[in-house]
């Protein structure tokens, strides 16, 4: 089972995070953010990963941190599920649509991290959830991760299924990045290094 165990504690949030690549989409999270809450579950359900996640932070001021810091344990944990990326498929691209809304996910485990984040506008907030915060998250998944992640949904009106549709996207994609190829003997690149 490949996995990954973050346990990281700032002034601002404390977070345990268990992540395995090889799962079945059990979920166990507990951010304070109901809405995170939501997306986290659906990326795992729909990526066939296990995550736990048990985090407290500093809610009375807003969600940016604990949110932000959540994105970092989660990049990393996924690095270090990976290890030398042997084996692996690498690249992915899944599309979801989610109602009116279609979110496209291209990634590349390159080590080489990189974010494209592209949607329709969004309300300023789905229920008490502030959707600036959700490149927020990506931007430091995709930092510490290693992943180079373009998100793009071309069309929705709908912030909460915008949001959604990435969030499911993103878990089918990772899922088929992270398989083994059987083909592959050794590491994804003509460099011999990811």
């Known amino acids: 089972m490949r996995k990954g165990r973050i346990d990281r504690t700032t002034k ?3 977070i345990n ?3 395995s690549l090889d799962g079945q989409g059990f979920v166990d999270v507990h951010t304070g953010v109901p809405f995170l809450d939501h997306m986290l579950t659906l990326f795992a359900v ?6 736990k996640v048990c985090a407290e ?5 807003d969600a940016h941190h604990i949110v932000e810091d959540i994105g ?11 290890g030398d990326r042997e084996g692996i498929r690498r690249y992915a691209h899944a599309v979801v649509p989610m109602d009116e809304a279609c979110a496209e996910i291209s990634l590349d485990l390159s080590n080489r ?12 907030r789905t229920g008490q959830f502030e959707t600036e915060l959700v490149p927020e998250f990506f931007r430091a998944f995709a930092q510490h991760g290693g992943v180079t992640l373009h998100i793009q949904v071309r069309y929705g009106s709908n ?17 088929q990045a992270t ?15 990811i």
């Open 159 to 175: 912030t909460h299924h915008i949001i959604e549709a990435i969030f499911k996207a993103w878990g089918r994609a990772l899922d």
């Open 72 to 82: 970092i344990c989660m990049g990393k944990s996924l690095s270090d599920a990976l």
């Open 113 to 124: 991290p990189y974010l494209v984040y592209e949607t329709p506008p969004l309300s300023a």
């Open 17 to 19: 995070l268990e992540f």
């Open 46 to 51: 729909h990526g066939f990963f296990d995550l």
């Open 57 to 61: 932070g500093d809610l009375e001021v």
């Open 179 to 193: 398989l083994y190829d059987e083909r592959r003997k050794g590491i994804p690149s003509s460099k011999g290094l």
């Open 12 to 14: 601002e949030t404390r």
